[in-house]
Protein backbone atom coordinates (compact mmCIF):
# COMPACT_ATOMS: atom_id res chain seq x y z
CA UNK A 1 0.00 0.00 0.00
CA UNK A 2 1.29 3.62 -0.64
CA UNK A 3 2.30 5.16 1.72
CA UNK A 4 0.75 8.86 1.56
CA UNK A 5 -1.94 8.92 -0.95
CA UNK A 6 -5.14 11.04 -1.92
CA UNK A 7 -8.37 8.95 -3.29
CA UNK A 8 -10.51 10.84 -5.93
CA UNK A 9 -14.06 9.42 -5.91
CA UNK A 10 -15.46 9.27 -9.43
CA UNK A 11 -19.14 10.96 -9.72
CA UNK A 12 -19.24 10.27 -13.41
CA UNK A 13 -17.56 13.61 -14.46
CA UNK A 14 -15.27 13.68 -17.41
CA UNK A 15 -11.95 15.06 -16.01
CA UNK A 16 -11.79 11.91 -13.12
CA UNK A 17 -8.41 10.72 -14.36
CA UNK A 18 -6.87 14.15 -15.26
CA UNK A 19 -7.36 14.96 -11.43
CA UNK A 20 -5.78 12.33 -10.61
CA UNK A 21 -2.84 13.00 -12.97
CA UNK A 22 -2.61 16.41 -11.94
CA UNK A 23 -2.14 15.20 -7.96
CA UNK A 24 0.42 12.69 -9.26
CA UNK A 25 2.00 15.95 -10.67
CA UNK A 26 2.35 17.34 -7.59
CA UNK A 27 4.61 14.16 -6.58
CA UNK A 28 1.49 12.98 -4.29
CA UNK A 29 0.36 9.35 -5.71
CA UNK A 30 -3.53 9.23 -6.54
CA UNK A 31 -6.21 6.65 -7.57
CA UNK A 32 -9.34 6.96 -9.12
CA UNK A 33 -12.36 4.90 -6.96
CA UNK A 34 -16.11 4.73 -7.11
CA UNK A 35 -18.20 6.89 -5.51
CA UNK A 36 -20.01 3.63 -3.97
CA UNK A 37 -16.52 2.67 -2.09
CA UNK A 38 -17.35 1.60 1.33
CA UNK A 39 -16.20 3.73 4.21
CA UNK A 40 -14.74 1.03 5.78
CA UNK A 41 -12.04 0.51 2.52
CA UNK A 42 -11.42 4.55 2.49
CA UNK A 43 -10.35 4.05 6.23
CA UNK A 44 -8.14 1.38 5.48
CA UNK A 45 -6.87 2.95 2.79
CA UNK A 46 -6.18 6.00 5.13
CA UNK A 47 -5.94 8.66 2.35
CA UNK A 48 -4.70 11.88 3.64
CA UNK A 49 -7.15 13.68 1.47
CA UNK A 50 -10.05 13.12 -0.82
CA UNK A 51 -11.44 14.36 -3.88
CA UNK A 52 -14.92 14.45 -5.29
CA UNK A 53 -15.67 14.45 -8.81
CA UNK A 54 -17.68 16.56 -11.12
CA UNK A 55 -20.60 14.65 -12.70
CA UNK A 56 -23.74 14.84 -15.11
CA UNK A 57 -26.15 14.95 -12.47
CA UNK A 58 -28.09 17.00 -10.57
CA UNK A 59 -28.07 16.32 -6.77
CA UNK A 60 -32.07 16.13 -6.89
CA UNK A 61 -31.75 13.71 -10.11
CA UNK A 62 -33.22 10.12 -9.76
CA UNK A 63 -30.05 7.95 -8.98
CA UNK A 64 -28.01 10.68 -8.83
CA UNK A 65 -24.71 9.28 -7.55
CA UNK A 66 -24.63 10.48 -3.61
CA UNK A 67 -22.86 10.01 -0.20
CA UNK A 68 -23.93 9.96 3.26
CA UNK A 69 -22.98 12.72 6.00
CA UNK A 70 -20.17 10.24 7.32
CA UNK A 71 -17.69 10.65 4.93
CA UNK A 72 -17.24 14.25 6.19
CA UNK A 73 -17.01 13.06 9.75
CA UNK A 74 -14.02 11.19 9.52
CA UNK A 75 -11.45 13.69 9.77
CA UNK A 76 -9.96 13.34 6.48
CA UNK A 77 -9.65 16.49 4.49
CA UNK A 78 -12.24 16.81 1.37
CA UNK A 79 -12.27 18.89 -1.80
CA UNK A 80 -15.36 18.65 -3.88
CA UNK A 81 -15.47 19.69 -7.48
CA UNK A 82 -18.04 20.89 -9.23
CA UNK A 83 -20.84 18.24 -8.97
CA UNK A 84 -18.77 16.88 -6.08
CA UNK A 85 -19.27 20.37 -4.36
CA UNK A 86 -22.89 20.91 -4.94
CA UNK A 87 -23.18 17.43 -3.35
CA UNK A 88 -21.21 18.58 0.11
CA UNK A 89 -23.58 21.21 -0.15
CA UNK A 90 -26.91 19.12 -0.38
CA UNK A 91 -25.44 16.57 1.84
CA UNK A 92 -24.57 18.97 4.65
CA UNK A 93 -27.37 21.29 4.67
CA UNK A 94 -26.98 24.08 1.98
CA UNK A 95 -29.04 24.60 -0.85
CA UNK A 96 -28.12 23.55 -4.32
CA UNK A 97 -30.79 25.28 -7.29
CA UNK A 98 -30.56 25.10 -11.23
CA UNK A 99 -28.60 28.62 -11.64
CA UNK A 100 -30.54 31.51 -13.39
CA UNK A 101 -27.77 31.15 -16.14
CA UNK A 102 -25.73 28.60 -17.28
CA UNK A 103 -22.32 29.20 -16.51
CA UNK A 104 -19.81 27.70 -19.24
CA UNK A 105 -16.14 28.00 -19.99
CA UNK A 106 -13.53 30.50 -18.94
CA UNK A 107 -14.84 32.70 -15.94
CA UNK A 108 -13.27 35.63 -14.20
CA UNK A 109 -13.78 34.26 -10.72
CA UNK A 110 -13.19 36.80 -8.01
CA UNK A 111 -11.39 34.76 -4.76
CA UNK A 112 -10.82 35.09 -1.18
CA UNK A 113 -7.24 35.22 -1.03
CA UNK A 114 -7.29 34.25 3.04
CA UNK A 115 -8.24 30.84 2.00
CA UNK A 116 -5.45 28.62 2.27
CA UNK A 117 -6.93 26.98 -1.18
CA UNK A 118 -6.28 30.66 -2.97
CA UNK A 119 -3.08 30.98 -1.39
CA UNK A 120 -0.90 32.96 -3.69
CA UNK A 121 -3.75 32.91 -6.45
CA UNK A 122 -4.28 36.13 -7.72
CA UNK A 123 -7.83 37.64 -6.78
CA UNK A 124 -9.21 37.55 -9.92
CA UNK A 125 -8.52 34.49 -11.84
CA UNK A 126 -9.62 32.41 -14.97
CA UNK A 127 -11.48 29.00 -14.03
CA UNK A 128 -12.89 26.64 -16.09
CA UNK A 129 -16.59 26.66 -15.58
CA UNK A 130 -19.29 23.95 -16.77
CA UNK A 131 -22.61 23.99 -14.88
CA UNK A 132 -26.41 24.13 -14.87
CA UNK A 133 -26.86 24.05 -11.10
CA UNK A 134 -25.40 25.69 -8.38
CA UNK A 135 -25.12 26.45 -4.44
CA UNK A 136 -27.59 28.91 -3.93
CA UNK A 137 -26.53 29.01 0.07
CA UNK A 138 -23.87 27.29 1.60
CA UNK A 139 -24.48 25.14 4.72
CA UNK A 140 -23.72 26.23 8.13
CA UNK A 141 -20.43 26.78 9.23
CA UNK A 142 -19.29 27.11 5.78
CA UNK A 143 -17.81 30.37 4.66
CA UNK A 144 -17.57 31.83 0.92
CA UNK A 145 -14.63 31.90 -0.58
CA UNK A 146 -15.22 32.59 -3.78
CA UNK A 147 -17.70 33.85 -6.27
CA UNK A 148 -18.64 34.81 -10.11
CA UNK A 149 -21.07 37.72 -10.97
CA UNK A 150 -23.98 35.01 -11.65
CA UNK A 151 -22.54 32.45 -9.20
CA UNK A 152 -22.53 33.40 -5.60
CA UNK A 153 -20.59 30.23 -3.69
CA UNK A 154 -18.21 29.77 -6.80
CA UNK A 155 -15.82 28.09 -3.70
CA UNK A 156 -16.37 27.71 0.27
CA UNK A 157 -14.91 26.19 3.07
CA UNK A 158 -15.36 24.75 6.56
CA UNK A 159 -11.39 25.19 6.93
CA UNK A 160 -12.19 23.56 10.32
CA UNK A 161 -13.67 20.32 9.36
CA UNK A 162 -11.16 20.61 6.28
CA UNK A 163 -13.93 20.33 3.99
CA UNK A 164 -13.57 22.30 0.91
CA UNK A 165 -15.43 22.86 -2.39
CA UNK A 166 -15.02 24.37 -5.81
CA UNK A 167 -17.73 25.07 -8.52
CA UNK A 168 -14.80 25.18 -11.13
CA UNK A 169 -12.58 22.83 -12.71
CA UNK A 170 -8.72 23.57 -11.15
CA UNK A 171 -7.38 20.17 -12.94
CA UNK A 172 -8.10 21.62 -16.74
CA UNK A 173 -5.94 23.75 -18.39
CA UNK A 174 -7.96 26.45 -18.78
CA UNK A 175 -8.09 27.13 -15.20
CA UNK A 176 -5.79 29.25 -15.24
CA UNK A 177 -4.19 28.88 -11.45
CA UNK A 178 -6.01 25.54 -11.45
CA UNK A 179 -2.75 23.61 -10.48
CA UNK A 180 -1.52 26.44 -7.95
CA UNK A 181 -5.19 25.45 -6.10
CA UNK A 182 -4.46 21.86 -6.19
CA UNK A 183 -1.58 22.33 -5.06
CA UNK A 184 -2.48 23.81 -1.90
CA UNK A 185 -5.52 21.18 -1.08
CA UNK A 186 -2.61 18.85 -1.18
CA UNK A 187 0.45 20.36 1.00
CA UNK A 188 -1.48 22.85 2.52
CA UNK A 189 -4.68 21.07 3.46
CA UNK A 190 -3.76 17.60 3.60
CA UNK A 191 -0.09 18.16 4.79
CA UNK A 192 1.02 15.72 2.33
CA UNK A 193 5.29 15.54 2.01
CA UNK A 194 4.85 14.88 -1.59
CA UNK A 195 7.68 12.14 -1.92
CA UNK A 196 5.92 9.88 -4.55
CA UNK A 197 7.94 9.59 -7.73
CA UNK A 198 7.21 7.54 -10.85
CA UNK A 199 10.12 4.83 -9.71
CA UNK A 200 7.30 4.55 -6.63
CA UNK A 201 4.94 3.88 -9.92
CA UNK A 202 7.43 1.21 -11.34
CA UNK A 203 8.33 -0.32 -7.83
CA UNK A 204 4.82 -0.85 -6.85
CA UNK A 205 3.57 -1.80 -10.45
CA UNK A 206 6.38 -4.63 -10.27
CA UNK A 207 5.58 -5.72 -6.83
CA UNK A 208 1.50 -5.86 -7.43
CA UNK A 209 1.86 -7.90 -10.92
CA UNK A 210 4.47 -10.26 -9.03
CA UNK A 211 1.72 -11.30 -6.41
CA UNK A 212 -0.73 -11.35 -9.46
CA UNK A 213 1.04 -13.70 -11.68
CA UNK A 214 2.53 -15.71 -8.85
CA UNK A 215 4.42 -18.90 -10.57
CA UNK A 216 2.10 -18.40 -14.10
CA UNK A 217 3.20 -18.00 -17.80
CA UNK A 218 2.14 -14.38 -19.35
CA UNK A 219 2.11 -13.40 -22.79
CA UNK A 220 2.72 -9.49 -23.52
CA UNK A 221 1.24 -8.05 -26.62
CA UNK A 222 4.28 -6.64 -28.18
CA UNK A 223 4.14 -3.72 -31.12
CA UNK A 224 7.60 -2.37 -30.49
CA UNK A 225 5.57 1.28 -29.93
CA UNK A 226 6.29 2.94 -26.48
CA UNK A 227 3.34 1.68 -24.24
CA UNK A 228 3.86 -1.87 -25.91
CA UNK A 229 7.61 -1.12 -24.95
CA UNK A 230 7.00 0.35 -21.70
CA UNK A 231 4.58 -3.10 -21.21
CA UNK A 232 6.97 -5.40 -21.65
CA UNK A 233 10.06 -4.30 -19.82
CA UNK A 234 7.78 -3.78 -16.43
CA UNK A 235 5.99 -7.16 -16.90
CA UNK A 236 9.73 -8.84 -17.82
CA UNK A 237 11.27 -7.06 -14.37
CA UNK A 238 8.47 -8.48 -12.41
CA UNK A 239 8.70 -11.95 -13.59
CA UNK A 240 11.32 -12.26 -16.09
CA UNK A 241 11.22 -15.44 -18.37
CA UNK A 242 7.83 -16.35 -17.15
CA UNK A 243 7.20 -13.95 -19.81
CA UNK A 244 6.92 -14.30 -23.18
CA UNK A 245 6.46 -11.19 -26.00
CA UNK A 246 4.75 -11.89 -28.80
CA UNK A 247 5.28 -9.46 -31.79
CA UNK A 248 2.65 -9.91 -34.72
CA UNK A 249 3.51 -8.35 -38.03
CA UNK A 250 0.31 -7.74 -39.34
CA UNK A 251 1.45 -6.11 -42.58
CA UNK A 252 0.02 -3.12 -41.56
CA UNK A 253 3.59 -1.72 -39.86
CA UNK A 254 5.75 1.26 -41.04
CA UNK A 255 8.45 0.31 -43.73
CA UNK A 256 11.07 -1.96 -41.87
CA UNK A 257 9.78 -1.32 -38.92
CA UNK A 258 9.20 -5.44 -38.12
CA UNK A 259 12.64 -5.43 -38.35
CA UNK A 260 13.50 -2.59 -36.17
CA UNK A 261 11.43 -3.98 -33.46
CA UNK A 262 13.39 -7.22 -33.90
CA UNK A 263 16.65 -6.04 -33.38
CA UNK A 264 15.45 -4.38 -30.10
CA UNK A 265 13.44 -6.97 -28.40
CA UNK A 266 14.53 -10.22 -30.37
CA UNK A 267 17.73 -12.41 -29.42
CA UNK A 268 20.35 -10.06 -30.83
CA UNK A 269 18.87 -6.92 -28.49
CA UNK A 270 19.76 -5.33 -24.95
CA UNK A 271 16.53 -7.43 -23.54
CA UNK A 272 16.76 -10.53 -22.29
CA UNK A 273 13.07 -11.80 -22.72
CA UNK A 274 11.21 -14.63 -24.75
CA UNK A 275 10.73 -13.32 -28.57
CA UNK A 276 8.29 -14.58 -30.77
CA UNK A 277 7.64 -13.15 -34.28
CA UNK A 278 5.01 -13.90 -36.07
CA UNK A 279 4.85 -12.87 -39.78
CA UNK A 280 0.95 -12.72 -40.62
CA UNK A 281 0.51 -10.28 -42.90
CA UNK A 282 -1.55 -12.67 -45.02
CA UNK A 283 -3.70 -13.84 -42.72
CA UNK A 284 -4.47 -10.07 -42.34
CA UNK A 285 -4.90 -8.58 -45.62
CA UNK A 286 -7.34 -11.85 -45.69
CA UNK A 287 -9.28 -11.07 -43.29
CA UNK A 288 -9.70 -7.49 -44.04
CA UNK A 289 -10.53 -8.30 -48.10
CA UNK A 290 -13.03 -6.00 -49.02
CA UNK A 291 -13.97 -4.37 -45.89
CA UNK A 292 -14.00 -0.45 -45.55
CA UNK A 293 -16.05 0.58 -42.79
CA UNK A 294 -13.45 1.86 -39.80
CA UNK A 295 -15.25 0.38 -36.65
CA UNK A 296 -15.59 -3.07 -38.55
CA UNK A 297 -11.54 -2.85 -39.77
CA UNK A 298 -10.25 -1.87 -36.65
CA UNK A 299 -12.71 -4.57 -34.74
CA UNK A 300 -11.11 -7.14 -37.26
CA UNK A 301 -7.64 -6.18 -36.56
CA UNK A 302 -8.14 -6.48 -32.65
CA UNK A 303 -10.26 -9.91 -32.93
CA UNK A 304 -7.06 -11.22 -35.48
CA UNK A 305 -4.49 -10.08 -33.02
CA UNK A 306 -5.77 -11.74 -30.05
CA UNK A 307 -6.53 -15.02 -31.93
CA UNK A 308 -2.85 -15.03 -32.81
CA UNK A 309 -1.68 -14.49 -29.59
CA UNK A 310 -4.35 -16.98 -28.41
CA UNK A 311 -2.61 -19.57 -30.74
CA UNK A 312 0.58 -18.49 -29.84
CA UNK A 313 -0.16 -19.40 -25.71
CA UNK A 314 -1.44 -22.66 -26.92
CA UNK A 315 2.02 -23.41 -28.64
CA UNK A 316 3.70 -22.28 -25.21
CA UNK A 317 1.06 -24.23 -23.15
CA UNK A 318 -0.49 -22.74 -19.55
CA UNK A 319 -0.53 -19.09 -20.36
CA UNK A 320 -2.92 -17.47 -17.70
CA UNK A 321 -2.22 -13.70 -18.48
CA UNK A 322 -2.49 -11.96 -21.44
CA UNK A 323 -0.40 -8.13 -20.84
CA UNK A 324 -1.42 -5.28 -23.03
CA UNK A 325 -0.05 -1.65 -22.87
CA UNK A 326 -3.63 0.31 -23.02
CA UNK A 327 -2.72 3.97 -21.48
CA UNK A 328 -5.27 5.99 -20.01
CA UNK A 329 -6.71 8.01 -23.33
CA UNK A 330 -7.47 4.70 -25.43
CA UNK A 331 -9.76 3.42 -22.09
CA UNK A 332 -11.24 6.98 -21.98
CA UNK A 333 -11.64 7.52 -26.20
CA UNK A 334 -12.85 3.68 -26.32
CA UNK A 335 -15.91 4.93 -24.11
CA UNK A 336 -15.04 2.26 -21.16
CA UNK A 337 -15.51 5.11 -19.13
CA UNK A 338 -18.07 7.13 -19.68
CA UNK A 339 -18.04 9.40 -21.94
CA UNK A 340 -19.23 8.51 -25.81
CA UNK A 341 -17.07 5.97 -28.04
CA UNK A 342 -15.04 7.74 -30.00
CA UNK A 343 -13.69 5.01 -31.88
CA UNK A 344 -12.51 1.54 -30.50
CA UNK A 345 -8.98 1.39 -29.55
CA UNK A 346 -7.64 -2.15 -30.32
CA UNK A 347 -6.16 -2.63 -27.54
CA UNK A 348 -9.46 -1.71 -25.45
CA UNK A 349 -12.48 -1.77 -27.12
CA UNK A 350 -11.76 -3.45 -30.24
CA UNK A 351 -11.25 -6.86 -28.18
CA UNK A 352 -13.73 -9.22 -28.87
CA UNK A 353 -15.93 -10.55 -26.62
CA UNK A 354 -14.47 -14.10 -25.74
CA UNK A 355 -10.81 -13.62 -24.87
CA UNK A 356 -9.53 -17.17 -23.76
CA UNK A 357 -6.72 -15.97 -20.90
CA UNK A 358 -7.58 -16.17 -17.44
CA UNK A 359 -6.81 -12.29 -17.20
CA UNK A 360 -5.57 -8.86 -19.36
CA UNK A 361 -3.22 -7.58 -17.28
CA UNK A 362 -2.72 -3.76 -18.22
CA UNK A 363 -0.59 -1.96 -15.83
CA UNK A 364 -0.06 1.27 -17.78
CA UNK A 365 -4.13 1.49 -17.78
CA UNK A 366 -4.59 5.03 -15.78
CA UNK A 367 -1.16 6.45 -17.06
CA UNK A 368 -1.20 9.33 -19.45
CA UNK A 369 1.28 9.24 -22.36
CA UNK A 370 4.05 11.38 -20.64
CA UNK A 371 3.60 9.51 -17.39
CA UNK A 372 4.24 6.31 -19.38
CA UNK A 373 7.34 8.07 -21.05
CA UNK A 374 8.68 8.71 -17.68
CA UNK A 375 7.80 5.08 -16.46
CA UNK A 376 9.95 3.91 -19.52
CA UNK A 377 13.16 6.34 -18.91
CA UNK A 378 12.75 4.89 -14.92
CA UNK A 379 12.82 1.41 -16.27
CA UNK A 380 15.98 2.34 -18.45
CA UNK A 381 14.52 1.74 -21.85
CA UNK A 382 17.25 4.37 -24.30
CA UNK A 383 15.73 7.87 -25.00
CA UNK A 384 15.15 7.38 -28.40
CA UNK A 385 12.61 4.38 -28.00
CA UNK A 386 10.81 5.83 -25.14
CA UNK A 387 10.28 9.46 -27.12
CA UNK A 388 9.07 7.46 -30.21
CA UNK A 389 5.97 9.04 -31.69
CA UNK A 390 3.16 6.95 -30.99
CA UNK A 391 1.78 4.61 -33.48
CA UNK A 392 -1.70 2.75 -32.97
CA UNK A 393 -1.63 -0.63 -32.85
CA UNK A 394 -4.31 -1.20 -36.14
CA UNK A 395 -1.42 0.58 -37.52
CA UNK A 396 -1.59 1.55 -41.51
CA UNK A 397 -5.28 -0.64 -41.18
CA UNK A 398 -6.66 3.20 -40.14
CA UNK A 399 -3.95 5.30 -42.06
CA UNK A 400 -5.24 3.78 -45.13
CA UNK A 401 -9.20 4.95 -45.90
CA UNK A 402 -11.88 2.58 -47.23
CA UNK A 403 -10.45 -1.32 -48.42
CA UNK A 404 -6.90 -2.31 -47.04
CA UNK A 405 -4.79 -4.37 -50.24
CA UNK A 406 -0.99 -5.31 -49.92
CA UNK A 407 -0.57 -2.14 -52.90
CA UNK A 408 -1.96 0.06 -50.77
CA UNK A 409 0.02 -0.49 -47.77
CA UNK A 410 3.38 -0.76 -50.11
CA UNK A 411 1.95 3.04 -51.41
CA UNK A 412 1.54 4.24 -47.86
CA UNK A 413 4.61 2.99 -46.56
CA UNK A 414 6.94 4.42 -48.68
CA UNK A 415 4.82 7.84 -48.83
CA UNK A 416 5.81 7.24 -44.89
CA UNK A 417 8.76 6.51 -44.95
CA UNK A 418 10.10 9.79 -47.18
CA UNK A 419 7.78 12.07 -45.15
CA UNK A 420 9.67 10.95 -41.99
CA UNK A 421 13.02 11.06 -43.65
CA UNK A 422 12.19 14.76 -44.64
CA UNK A 423 10.95 15.56 -41.04
CA UNK A 424 14.17 14.38 -39.85
CA UNK A 425 16.50 16.00 -41.95
CA UNK A 426 14.49 19.32 -40.80
CA UNK A 427 15.48 18.82 -37.26
CA UNK A 428 11.91 18.76 -37.15
CA UNK A 429 10.92 15.41 -35.42
CA UNK A 430 11.34 16.38 -31.68
CA UNK A 431 9.25 19.15 -31.77
CA UNK A 432 6.42 17.33 -33.23
CA UNK A 433 3.60 15.06 -31.21
CA UNK A 434 2.87 13.18 -34.34
CA UNK A 435 3.25 12.77 -37.53
CA UNK A 436 2.58 10.87 -40.67
CA UNK A 437 1.58 9.69 -44.02
CA UNK A 438 -2.01 8.41 -44.77
CA UNK A 439 -3.68 7.10 -48.26
CA UNK A 440 -7.02 8.68 -49.15
CA UNK A 441 -8.98 6.83 -50.93
CA UNK A 442 -9.41 9.47 -53.36
CA UNK A 443 -8.03 9.53 -57.05
CA UNK A 444 -7.37 12.58 -58.93
CA UNK A 445 -6.25 13.42 -62.34
CA UNK A 446 -2.93 14.94 -62.97
CA UNK A 447 -0.25 14.63 -65.69
CA UNK A 448 3.36 13.19 -65.68
CA UNK A 449 5.60 13.26 -68.22
CA UNK A 450 2.86 15.01 -70.49
CA UNK A 451 0.94 11.81 -69.64
CA UNK A 452 -2.25 11.64 -67.80
CA UNK A 453 -2.01 9.72 -64.77
CA UNK A 454 -5.14 8.90 -62.34
CA UNK A 455 -3.69 8.39 -58.99
CA UNK A 456 -3.66 8.65 -55.19
CA UNK A 457 -3.53 11.39 -53.08
CA UNK A 458 -1.32 10.96 -50.06
CA UNK A 459 -2.31 13.43 -47.56
CA UNK A 460 0.39 14.59 -44.56
CA UNK A 461 -0.63 14.92 -40.80
CA UNK A 462 1.60 16.65 -38.09
CA UNK A 463 -0.20 17.55 -35.25
CA UNK A 464 0.87 18.92 -31.63
CA UNK A 465 -0.42 17.56 -28.57
CA UNK A 466 0.35 17.53 -24.84
CA UNK A 467 -2.18 14.09 -23.91
CA UNK A 468 -3.32 13.26 -27.67
CA UNK A 469 -7.02 13.93 -26.21
CA UNK A 470 -6.50 17.21 -28.21
CA UNK A 471 -4.24 18.21 -30.89
CA UNK A 472 -3.67 21.18 -33.00
CA UNK A 473 -2.37 20.97 -36.41
CA UNK A 474 1.77 22.01 -36.60
CA UNK A 475 2.44 24.48 -38.89
CA UNK A 476 5.12 22.84 -41.03
CA UNK A 477 7.65 24.78 -42.86
CA UNK A 478 6.54 25.18 -47.11
CA UNK A 479 9.92 24.80 -47.78
CA UNK A 480 9.82 20.90 -46.17
CA UNK A 481 6.60 20.55 -47.23
CA UNK A 482 7.36 20.81 -50.97
CA UNK A 483 10.00 18.73 -50.94
CA UNK A 484 8.49 15.60 -49.34
CA UNK A 485 5.40 15.86 -52.14
CA UNK A 486 7.44 16.10 -54.91
CA UNK A 487 9.99 12.94 -53.43
CA UNK A 488 6.54 11.03 -52.81
CA UNK A 489 5.07 12.03 -56.71
CA UNK A 490 8.03 11.23 -58.17
CA UNK A 491 9.58 8.15 -55.58
CA UNK A 492 6.01 6.59 -54.70
CA UNK A 493 4.36 4.76 -58.08
CA UNK A 494 0.72 5.12 -57.67
CA UNK A 495 0.46 8.68 -55.95
CA UNK A 496 0.31 12.01 -57.96
CA UNK A 497 -1.23 14.14 -55.52
CA UNK A 498 0.07 15.41 -51.49
CA UNK A 499 -2.49 17.25 -49.45
CA UNK A 500 -1.60 18.26 -46.00
CA UNK A 501 -4.69 18.24 -43.38
CA UNK A 502 -4.83 21.30 -41.47
CA UNK A 503 -7.85 20.29 -39.07
CA UNK A 504 -7.25 19.99 -35.14
CA UNK A 505 -8.50 17.13 -32.65
CA UNK A 506 -11.61 18.08 -32.04
CA UNK A 507 -13.35 18.22 -34.87
CA UNK A 508 -10.78 15.81 -36.50
CA UNK A 509 -9.36 12.82 -34.77
CA UNK A 510 -5.27 12.50 -34.80
CA UNK A 511 -5.79 9.40 -37.08
CA UNK A 512 -8.24 9.48 -40.36
CA UNK A 513 -10.30 5.72 -38.65
P1 LIG B 1 -7.12 9.49 -32.33
O1 LIG B 1 -7.12 9.09 -33.76
O2 LIG B 1 -8.07 8.70 -31.49
O3 LIG B 1 -5.66 9.14 -31.80
O4 LIG B 1 -7.27 10.96 -32.14
C1 LIG B 1 -5.16 9.52 -30.54
C2 LIG B 1 -3.88 8.78 -30.30
O5 LIG B 1 -4.16 7.39 -30.14
C3 LIG B 1 -3.49 6.63 -31.14
N1 LIG B 1 -4.44 5.58 -31.54
C4 LIG B 1 -4.37 4.31 -31.14
N2 LIG B 1 -3.49 3.68 -30.36
N3 LIG B 1 -4.67 1.65 -30.63
C5 LIG B 1 -3.63 2.34 -30.13
O6 LIG B 1 -2.80 1.74 -29.44
C6 LIG B 1 -5.60 2.21 -31.42
O7 LIG B 1 -6.53 1.56 -31.87
C7 LIG B 1 -5.45 3.61 -31.68
N4 LIG B 1 -6.16 4.50 -32.41
C8 LIG B 1 -5.53 5.71 -32.30
C9 LIG B 1 -3.18 7.60 -32.25
O8 LIG B 1 -2.08 7.17 -33.02
C10 LIG B 1 -2.91 8.86 -31.47
O9 LIG B 1 -1.62 8.86 -30.93
Same mark, same amino acid.
Given at each position: ?24 E ?59 S ?19 G?T ?6 D ?41 M ?41 M??? +??? &? =? ?6 V $?? /? *???C?? %? ?16 G ?10 G ?7 D ?7 PE ?53 ? +??? &? =???D???? $?? /? *?S???? %? ?78 I ?11 Y ?23 A ?14 S ?27 C ?11
Open positions: MEKEMIIVLDFGGQYNQLIARRVRCNVYCEVHPYSMELEKIKEMNPKGIIFTGGPNSVYADGAPRCGKEIFELGIPILGICYGQLMSYVLGGSVKTAPVSEYKEVEVNKSVLFSDVCEKTICWMSHTDYIERAPEGFQVTAHTPVCPVAAENAEKQLYAVQFHPEVMHTQEGMKMLSNFVYQVCHCKGDWRESF +VEN &T =IRQIREK $GK /G *KVLAL %SGGVDSSVAAVLLSKAVKQLTCVFVDHLLRKNEGEVEAVFGGPYDLNFIRVNAQERFYGKLAGVEEPERKRKIIGEEFIRVFEEEAKKIGSVDFL +VQG &T =IYPVIES $GL /G *KAVIK %SHHNVGGLPDYVDFKEIIEPLRLLFKDEVRRAGLELGIPEHLVYRQPFPGPGLGIRIIGEVTAEKVRIVQDADAIYREEARAGLDKGLGQFAALTNMRSVGVMGDERTYDYAILRAVNTADFMTAEAQLPWEVLGVVASRIVNEVKGVNRVLFDTGKPPATVEFE
